[in-house]
């Protein structure tokens, strides 16, 4: 699956980057003959150097420069990134926190679990596609599933404003009832907290999640309640010495995505009716854990990575990616899928919907032979159909992600600068 364009695209840069060097270097030794100024060492060309100064930043130790937290270290790009590793990485490090994966990968009295957390402040509360109830879980089924995890058991914890209707929190906890019943796990503790009027905006809501990472398929057919509707329940496909993460990327391996993107994120900022646009979009919000357990009885161990892309989108994804295993990644725009509205819409804001939030995707990481199987196995599943091959991971330039434009040329696509679409999770 990975050797039509993606191979093209490669051949066709290193063809253009030879070209451009060699004309670099004519020019750099004309005008050294005619300066008299010793030749340039090879290599030393204007592209090459950008990508040096990028990578010597992008290794510096990290710090937060500003005063104050902006909504900027809520985005989910560079800022977040700073904050997480400068403050909260730094402050609690410990094997288990440092591959900063979706959930926590455990081992207690001999069970491998799943452990994530996530807070919930969207904004407005009810959207077209879902509200912040069922988003809350599926956001948290969808953490413990790409860590390759069966789902099992949430929390809910409830932050409400004074004066918060009735009616709209028995709404959202109908959502929640019916999104855990959907993915086969249990709400089994939570929390309630109340705070004066206009010290939160309506509803904010913590979710953690636990899920078991089985040692085979029997272990995962008898590890408890809420596996029957679960998708990976008896299926084997949870353990088996799978160990996820972005870090195991190696060149040669194909980059997918389960379906469009952008949904949710366009969704969101259209629902708050600020705007003067109308579109026939809905949120993607949906749980993911059938779906991995589609891919992973078709790939298995072929899996190297799996990542739901939320805030950031995917351009954040490929660059954990190209960073975490230090590769480099190269994706073709022709190749991501994305819907005509959802694209419409987000030409019209000036918003790359690489970097808008979904809440029903995944980015995988496939060793190329597994690539055909993977892709096949997405687009058969109900929560597949346009899944899809974006691209390839690279030997480099490492840390670095490129995309392949529909216009021929390459440019480098970077973590998000900035807070373009607020509270969309």
Known sequence: MTAGWVDRALTEHQASEHEYQASEHAHEHRAGERAG?????????????VLERIDRARRARPRVREDRITM?????????????EAIFLDAFRNPLLEPLEDAARLEVAGARLALTTDSYVVSPLFFPGGNIGDLAV????NDLAMAGATPLYLSAGFILEEGFPVEDLTAITASMAEAARVAGVQIVTGD???????????????????GLIAAGPAGVGSAGPGLAGSGLAGSGLAGGGLNLGVAHARPGDAILVSGPIGDHGITILLARGELDIEADITSDTAPLNGLVAALLAAAGPGVRALRDATRGGVATILNEIA?????????????IPVRAEVRGAAELLGIDPLYVACEGRMVAVVDAASAGAALAALRAHPAGPQAAVIGQVTAGPPGIVQLKTAFGGTRIVDLLVGDPLPRIC
Do not use: F, W
Request: net charge negative; proline share 5%.
């Open 323 to 335: 960073r975490a295993a230090d590769v480099g990644v190269l994706v073709s725009e022709d190749a």
């Open 138 to 141: 599926n956001g948290t089924v």
């Open 192 to 210: 309630t907290k109340v705070v004066e009027k206009g010290k939160a905006d309506g509803c904010y809501l913590n979710t953690a999640g636990i």
């Open 72 to 84: 900027s270290h809520g985005a989910g790009g560079k800022a977040t990134q700073t904050l997480i």
């Open 37 to 49: 100024a010793p030749q340039p060492a090879p290599g030393t060309v204007r592209e090459e150097l």
